[in-house]
């Protein structure tokens, strides 16, 4: 823990009301500010990594809300990311959790595991079984978009795609819909089949040194095919990347700062619905991606944009979150299922994937049940027409 970082924070307060473990539960240690006392407490001797510590801590979503609403530029993404690594250094979690993070964390960055319980997973829905748990998503055709696709017409760019881990396996179709569109828009894409994890999720659960092999594994695949611009379609995986751009000799971009900077070049048809835009914690406040989804949807024809209530406060996805911290992760979807419920759109956006599963799941109950999907798919039925 870096007393440098810690020392920045001037205790204003600012930061609580932008805090969801603050507004569920109303207690100052379970804010940025307490937090970081407690982090402060720790790094001077004053305090030991115990238990009661680690729960403050654990309960963190990592989603940054607090360095939005910082006036001080305090940098709690990286100490509660250096937090978590020094507990995950020093401290024994009760063996259930260590069963469980450890399933987590070595099952969800590896693709051919993934794969694997890809085809169990689909042979179980084929016989119509009761779903095994809410954040389970409906599998639809395998869509493998690694390699290189060429652009349509005339090329204007060449472009590596990040595919993600858990996306590329159980949720492919926004990585079809993110090819049909960059080609349509003139793209060469450059998916390379041999990419890994990009250590998000590890560096977000303290498995910083693992994380950040994952990180240059990952790099070294897009620059060994050829590649100096790489486009992200998730969130908290971008947002890691970025953070880490040091790593690799070329650029990251989310993939809907890219298409606003590219400009629109396919025909965009009508779509005659109403589409309320959710925020993706990572990718509105830790890399300041807010505009350009908007515009993205605001171009099509037909289509009106709608802004949800409470829009800065997470989903309750962050990552692992939902699978670790279960209860707060549960209260926080409902909040946002009841706000996107009272503005009742045709469905939702988000740019996300961890935010897509969660807000089905929290939909699936008590009323209207629109459909959420990536912004990206949403940009490719216009153009499919």
């Known amino acids: 823990?870096?007393?440098?970082?810690?020392?920045?924070?001037?205790?204003?307060?600012?930061?609580?009301?932008?805090?969801?473990?603050?507004?569920?539960?109303?207690?100052?240690?379970?804010?940025?500010?307490?937090?970081?006392?407690?982090?402060?407490?720790?790094?001077?001797?004053?305090?030991?990594?115990?238990?009661?510590?680690?729960?403050?801590?654990?309960?963190?979503?990592?989603?940054?809300?607090?360095?939005?609403a910082c006036p001080s530029g305090v940098n709690y993404g990286k100490l509660i990311e250096e937090t978590r690594a020094e507990i995950e250094r020093t401290y024994q979690r009760p063996l259930s959790e260590r069963l469980l993070r450890w399933g987590i964390l070595n099952m969800f960055p590896r693709v051919g595991l993934l794969r694997i319980l890809r085809a169990f997973l689909a042979a179980y829905q084929a016989l119509g079984l009761p779903a095994l748990n809410k954040l389970t998503p409906k599998l639809g055709p395998r869509e493998d978009v690694s390699g290189v696709t060429p652009a349509k017409g005339v090329k204007r760019a060449r472009v590596g795609l990040m595919l993600g881990c858990v996306q590329r396996e159980f949720l492919s179709e926004i990585n079809g819909a993110s090819v049909r569109v960059l080609t349509a828009e003139g793209c060469e894409v450059v998916a390379p089949a041999e990419q890994g994890c990009c250590g998000a999720l590890l560096m977000h659960a303290g498995k910083d040194k693992d994380a950040l092999e994952l990180t240059r594994r990952m790099f070294a695949s897009f620059e060994a095919a050829g590649v100096d611009l790489i486009l992200t379609n998730a969130g908290g995986c971008g947002s890691h990347v970025k953070d880490h751009a040091s790593l690799f000799k070329g650029k990251i971009l989310d993939i809907s700062e890219f298409l606003v900077e590219l400009g629109p070049r396919a025909e965009r048809r009508a779509l005659n619905m109403r589409v309320?835009?959710?925020?993706?914690?990572?990718?509105?406040?830790?890399?300041?991606?807010?505009?350009?989804p908007r515009q993205l949807l605001a171009g099509i024809p037909g289509l009106t944009v709608e802004e949800i209530p409470e829009s800065t406060l997470c989903c309750g996805s962050a990552g692992i979150y939902n699978l670790v911290q279960p209860e707060a992760a549960e209260q926080l979807g409902q909040r946002k299922a009841e706000h996107i419920r009272a503005i009742a759109p045709d469905a939702v956006a988000t740019g996300n994937v961890g935010c897509i599963l969660q807000m089905r799941a929290a939909l699936q109950s008590g009323g209207p049940k629109p459909t959420v999907m990536h912004t990206i798919q949403i940009l490719d039925l216009s153009i499919r027409g």
């Not at 925020?279 to 807010?290: F, G, I, P, Y």
Request: net charge neutral; proline share 5%.
């Open 1 to 68: 823990m870096n007393p440098d970082l810690i020392n920045q924070c001037v205790h204003c307060g600012f930061c609580l009301q932008a805090c969801p473990t603050y507004i569920l539960w109303g207690n100052e240690m379970d804010s940025p500010r307490g937090r970081i006392y407690q982090m402060k407490a720790v790094s001077d001797g004053a305090a030991l990594i115990n238990p009661k510590f680690v729960q403050h801590m654990d309960t963190c979503l990592g989603c940054v809300s607090c360095m939005t």
């Open 276 to 292: 309320a835009y959710h925020d993706s914690c990572h990718l509105q406040h830790a890399q300041k991606v807010r505009t350009q």
